[in-house]
């Protein structure tokens, strides 16, 4: 009996990091935002993958989509507190948009590292939660999580 425990035991640690290795590799990012423009139009952006802020010196995400040029980065400054930029379309009719919390009702961003580092990147789990008012009159809201961000 304790020959078979001896031998499985590499077997069942195995299996472990293999488990904890594919979270890694897998990250699920959840959510969407509504963007109701001032003209009256309605864009629904939902993410498919993130990017850890880790790769360009901010602790937050970088949020895309695979689907459009839509990009989403939150960040947590650690003296302004949270903020947000958001770009949409791409080349001569990119739009980008920095909020502040001054800009929304509500921004609510949890960042917080993992034990998980990746190629010396961090990861990341977290949410960011929001309503905003552009400057041009235009309304973001939404929630997105995402559980391993590297």
Known sequence: MKRLALTSLPLLLSACVLGQIGQIMHPTV????????????????????????????????????????????????????PAVRWKSGAGESQHVEVLHRSDCTRLDLDVQPTAWRVNEVREFTGHIELQCTTADGSRIEGHIAVDHCH
């Open 30 to 81: 959840s959510g969407s935002l509504i963007v109701h423009k001032a003209d009256g139009n309605e864009l629904r952006w939902t993410p498919d993958h993130c990017a850890s802020g880790d790769l360009e010196y901010f602790v937050g995400f970088d949020f895309l989509s695979s689907k459009d040029a839509g990009q989403l980065r939150v960040l947590l400054d650690p003296i302004a507190g």
